[in-house]
Nanobody, 116 residues
Framework: QVQLVESGGGLVQAGGSLRLSCVAS????????MSWYRQIPGNQRELVAR???????TYADSVRGRFTISRDDAKRTVDLEMNSLKPEDTAVYFC??????????WGQGTQVTVSS
């Protein structure tokens, strides 16, 4: 069973930066895409950023220009660089991996809190 482990969350002031990292416990074959989602209690999980094959990226409108997603298949990692953080970025952030075999893997989540 593959495990995804996130790290890098924490408390930061508005305007600050954080870098989230997610590492897979073992190789995941045939990855279609790797993503970061976030969730606020009572709300649905929403896509923040996704990186597919050939490093094609997709971003939510609310984070475009401030967040950068990157993947390193050799290290089995997907990172999220978050700059110019806003209080509305406060959420639990989850990394996810989707494969060509229709498998979805999720991390346990890491809390990001942005104070005003």
């Amino acid at each position: 069973q593959v495990q995804l482990v996130e790290s890098g969350g924490g408390l930061v002031q508005a305007g600050g930066s954080l870098r989230l990292s997610c590492v897979a416990s073992r190789n995941i074959g045939r990855i279609h895409n790797m993503s970061w989602y976030r969730q606020i209690p009572g709300n649905q999980r929403e896509l923040v950023a996704r990186v597919g094959r050939n490093d094609i990226t997709t971003y939510a409108d609310s984070v475009r220009g401030r967040f950068t997603i990157s993947r390193d298949d050799a290290k089995r990692t997907v990172d999220l660089e978050m700059n110019s953080l806003k209080p509305e970025d406060t959420a639990v952030y989850f990394c996810g991996v989707y494969t060509y075999f229709n498998q979805n893997y999720w991390g346990q989540g890491t809390q990001v809190t942005v104070s005003s």
